[in-house]
């Protein structure tokens, strides 16, 4: 069993950066991939990034690549996302997620946090 609970969120404007954590309890998080979704106002949850159990491999949607950083403390039990260059767009609710393989599905994902706002005003 894992338990996830995400923090950082907030409002920025449009340019800025802000970094997203997510904190995992369980002894077993060090086995689990962990994956950052969102999910924009009146739209469908969709991808982020991922990071395999060991942060050896790391996968981003198109959208984000070269702007926001997905990685990961197994000693603190923590996952990250760092968010640069912000855009409006990127207006949503971030989730993290546990799974046993690294995947862009979020069906691939037991474990999920309640979430955290991101709001981008241009």
């Known amino acids: 069993q894992v338990q996830l609970v995400e923090s950082g969120g907030g409002v920025v404007q449009a340019g800025g950066s802000l970094r997203l954590s997510c904190a995992a309890s369980?002894?077993?998080?060090?086995?689990?991939?962990m994956s950052w979704f969102r999910q924009p106002p009146g739209k469908e949850r969709e991808f982020v990034a991922v990071?395999?159990?060991?942060?050896?491999?790391?996968d981003y949607a198109d959208s984000v690549k070269g702007r926001f950083t997905i990685s990961r403390d197994n000693a603190k039990n923590a996952v990250y996302l760092q968010m640069n260059s912000l855009k409006s767009e990127d207006t949503a609710v971030y989730y993290c997620?546990?799974?046993?393989?690294?995947?862009?599905?979020?069906?691939?994902?037991?474990?999920w946090g309640q979430g955290t706002q991101v709001t981008v005003s241009s």
């Open positions: 997620a546990a799974g046993i393989r690294v995947r862009r599905s979020q069906y691939a994902y037991d474990y």
């Open positions: 369980g002894r077993t998080f060090s086995s689990y991939a």
């Open positions: 990071i395999s159990w060991s942060g050896g491999s790391t």
